[in-house]
C-alpha cells in the first residue's frame, strides 16, 4: 500500500458505510422497540420512582452551586489521574525525560489544586 499526502473520497467510504450502518441500526431499534413493546401506562407507572423512597415534596428545590463544583472537579481531577495510568504502564521504557515530563504534569496538577484550595471551592459552609 503507498501512502500518499492527498486523500481521494473513495478513500472514505468504508466510514460512510460503517455511519450509515449504525444509524440504520440505532434508528430500527428505536422504532421496533417503540412498536413492539407493552404500552400500559397507569398512576401508579408514571410516578417517580427513587429506590423504593417514597418522594417527599417537590424535586425542583435549588441545590447549592458548592455541590456541582465539588462534582466538576471531581471529575476535572479524575480524568487528569487516569492519565497516569498509561505512564506507569511504560515507566521503564519512557525512562528519564518519562519520569520529568510526569514531574511536570503533577507539578501543574499540583498548582490547579493548591489554587482550588486557595480560592475555597472545596468549603462547604
Same mark, same amino acid.
Given at each position: 500500500?503507498? /501512502?500518499?499526502?492527498?486523500?481521494?473520497p $473513495?478513500? +472514505?467510504?468504508?466510514?460512510?458505510?460503517?455511519? +450509515?450502518?449504525?444509524?440504520? &441500526?440505532?434508528?430500527?431499534?428505536?422504532? =421496533?422497540?417503540?412498536?413492539?413493546?407493552?404500552?400500559?401506562?397507569?398512576?401508579?407507572?408514571?410516578? #417517580? &420512582?427513587e429506590?423504593?423512597?417514597? $418522594?417527599q415534596?417537590?424535586?425542583?428545590?435549588? +441545590? #447549592?452551586?458548592?455541590y &456541582?463544583?465539588?462534582?466538576?472537579?471531581? =471529575? /476535572?481531577f479524575?480524568?487528569e489521574?487516569?492519565?497516569m495510568?498509561?505512564?506507569?504502564?511504560?515507566f521503564?521504557?519512557?525512562?528519564?525525560?518519562?519520569?520529568?515530563e510526569?514531574?511536570l504534569? /503533577?507539578?501543574?496538577?499540583?498548582?490547579? &489544586?493548591?489554587?482550588i484550595?486557595?480560592?475555597?471551592?472545596?468549603?462547604?459552609?
Amino acid at each position: 500500500m503507498v /501512502l500518499s499526502a492527498t486523500s481521494i473520497p $473513495s478513500d +472514505f467510504f468504508p466510514i460512510a458505510i460503517q455511519f +450509515f450502518a449504525a444509524l440504520g &441500526f440505532v434508528g430500527t431499534t428505536i422504532v =421496533v422497540t417503540h412498536l413492539v413493546g407493552p404500552k400500559r401506562y397507569s398512576k401508579k407507572k408514571m410516578e #417517580s &420512582f427513587e429506590c423504593g423512597v417514597e $418522594s417527599q415534596g417537590n424535586a425542583r428545590i435549588p +441545590f #447549592s452551586i458548592k455541590y &456541582f463544583l465539588v462534582a466538576i472537579l471531581f =471529575v /476535572l481531577f479524575d480524568v487528569e489521574v487516569i492519565f497516569m495510568y498509561p505512564w506507569a504502564v511504560n515507566f521503564k521504557t519512557l525512562g528519564v525525560q518519562g519520569l520529568l515530563e510526569m514531574m511536570l504534569f /503533577l507539578g501543574l496538577f499540583l498548582v490547579g &489544586f493548591i489554587y482550588i484550595i486557595k480560592k475555597g471551592a472545596l468549603k462547604w459552609e
